[in-house]
RNA sequence: GGGCCCGUAGCCUAGCACGGAUUAAGGCGUCAGCCUUCGGAGCUGAAGUGGCCGUACCCCAGAAACCAUGGGUUCGAAUCCCACCGGGCCCGCCA
């Protein structure tokens, strides 16, 4: 949680000294309204009265030093946002098992400690002329470069926080945190807890990890570089256990900037909180809801409108999930909103479709097939046979997703799956086939081939249900 | 100046990490089909290029597409190497 950041420093400027309400307006979510609008406003005054920084720098002196009643309510309006943003969080079917702040990194004297063992290792060097005169620097043996680290002033940059952060992940550096309860129960069933400088109970449950995986931003893979090259100077460290999971950013197609009042020259553009140039989960979500909701309305006029709405939700959940995780991480995403909305096709709603399909011939089925070797062998055209052979590559699909930390290979083996199910619905019956034994041994392919589609659509977080 | 990523059909993408089985695989869009049906959010099929101002049809040309482009390695390259073009990003005593 980065909760002592500049642009965190913004909105509480705009609450303290600019006079705007922390009450959002009624039907908006507390972190977009600090986003979308105070965010905005403050950084706007800023320009018009570059006096006002002053109060930013107040600010953000407060967060540091974490006591005082400008401290005490900015942890309150983190508290806040964190909320609405967990909210969302769980809506989009994610959860989390640890909590950890940016604020406690930096006062958990954590960094103190791997800055005297970087300093005895000969890591980090006090520059004693140039323009970084004054500065703790890392050179790179490479490039000959240097990165500085510590600021002539004494305090710390960027960098510095990653550092012990990463370190405490993979256990080079004691554990300073406690660890408490922050919420008993998530909506998937599992407890949420968070680290704590004081109190809070003691556990190897987290830090000390045998390998980590960050993922960031590929914008941040020189930074990153440079962490893993510190940690593995550091004793005990290695660079292969702490690893950097980039991934390209999404940006807006042309027509959606035009949509947000932009005027663009290429054909996408980067989005941008200062500018209000970027498009919102939760606003995605609620489109792709309203276009879900008319399209299962329409195919079931009988069932009351809870039921619509949540088939609805889940539709939009898959729509967006499957969207973004299918395609290479290495490539720029360009988000357009009509394009997102689509729900046929390669997406995450032809899965949804597709098992409640094949649960669907499942649920028409009275008692248990029989199914012997025989009978199993008398299914004999070629999409049975393909389908047969696709269950049984769904450990494939996760053992690469695990090897190429890429979670996009189980996307892909479950739309193939999809593909191959239905390409066996449209080339034979089931429930008609007058063969008995050929009936209960089809009736098994299905059974099988819909729990596996199952287990699949729920790696990747794609939320299924009996009926769509 | 240094570094990283991307470039595949009208559009969006897969395949590249390990070079070889295919006609380079899907989706969107377009056109034509499939509902007395276990659900049509599905399935099947079609569309190479150039010329005639444009479109449809016809006609004509033409051994005749292909992974940005050009080389290289190889028996074999979308995949590996080099170069080059185009797009994006990073290189701060910001975070």
């Excluded at 554990?175 to 807890?193: I, K, T």
Aim: glycine share 8%; with cysteine.
């Amino acid at each position: 949680m980065d909760d002592s950041g500049s642009q965190f420093a913004d909105v509480i400027v705009g609450f303290k000294f600019l006079g705007y309400s922390d009450q959002p307006p009624p039907g908006t979510k507390f972190d977009a309204y600090c986003g979308d609008s105070v965010y905005t406003k403050v950084t706007q005054r800023y320009s018009e009265d570059p006096a006002l920084k002053q109060k930013q720098s107040l600010v953000l002196r407060a967060i540091e030093e974490g006591k005082g009643e400008i401290a005490d309510y900015a942890k309150s309006v983190v508290k806040r946002i964190l909320a609405a943003q967990l909210e969302t969080c769980w809506r989009l079917g994610a959860s989390y098992d640890l909590l950890n702040w940016e604020s406690q990194v930096v006062h958990s004297g954590m960094w103190e400690r791997v800055f005297a063992m970087l300093k005895e290792n000969g890591i980090v060097k006090l520059e004693t002329e140039g323009d970084n005169k004054g500065c703790w620097v890392i050179p790179d043996p490479d490039t000959g470069e240097q990165k500085v680290v510590v600021r002539s002033d004494g305090t710390a940059v960027y960098v510095a926080k990653d550092i012990p952060y990463a370190a405490w992940k993979i256990g080079l550096v004691a554990d300073p945190f406690g660890y408490e309860l922050y919420q008993a129960a998530q909506p998937n069933g599992s407890e949420l807890r968070s680290t704590v400088l004081s109190g809070g109970s003691r556990t190897d449950d987290f830090a000390g990890a045998d390998q980590s995986i960050s993922v960031i931003d590929a914008r941040q893979a020189y930074l990153q570089k440079i962490v893993a090259k510190v940690l593995e100077s550091m004793k005990g460290g290695s660079s292969a256990r702490y690893l950097h999971r980039g991934y390209e950013v999404v940006a807006l197609s042309k027509s959606t900037a035009q949509g947000l009042g932009f005027r663009i020259e290429g054909e996408f553009a980067h989005m941008s909180g200062r500018a209000g140039l970027y498009v919102n989960v939760d606003t995605v979500l609620d489109r792709l809801g309203e276009r879900a909701r008319s399209e299962t309305r329409k195919r079931n006029q009988k069932e009351p409108d809870e039921w619509v709405s949540d088939v609805s939700e889940a539709i939009a959940v898959a729509a967006l999930r499957y969207e973004l995780l299918k395609q290479d991480p290495d490539r720029i995403i360009v988000f357009d909103t009509e394009e997102a909305l689509k729900l046929q096709g390669d997406t995450g709603p032809y899965l949804q479709y597709t098992y409640a399909r094949a649960r669907r011939i499942l649920d028409k089925t009275e008692g248990t097939p029989q199914i012997s070797e025989e009978s199993a062998s008398m299914m004999k055209t070629k999409q049975e046979a393909r389908l047969v052979k696709k269950l049984s590559a769904l450990d494939v699909g996760v053992a690469r997703a695990g090897e190429f930390l890429s979670p996009r290979e189980v996307a892909k083996f479950a739309h193939e799956l999809a593909v191959s199910i239905n390409d066996f619905y449209e080339s034979v019956q089931v429930n008609r086939e007058p063969n008995p034994s050929l009936r209960d041994a089809r009736l098994a392919l299905v059974d099988a081939a819909s729990r596996v589609l199952a287990q699949s659509m729920s790696i990747i977080g794609v939320p299924r249900r009996s009926r769509i």
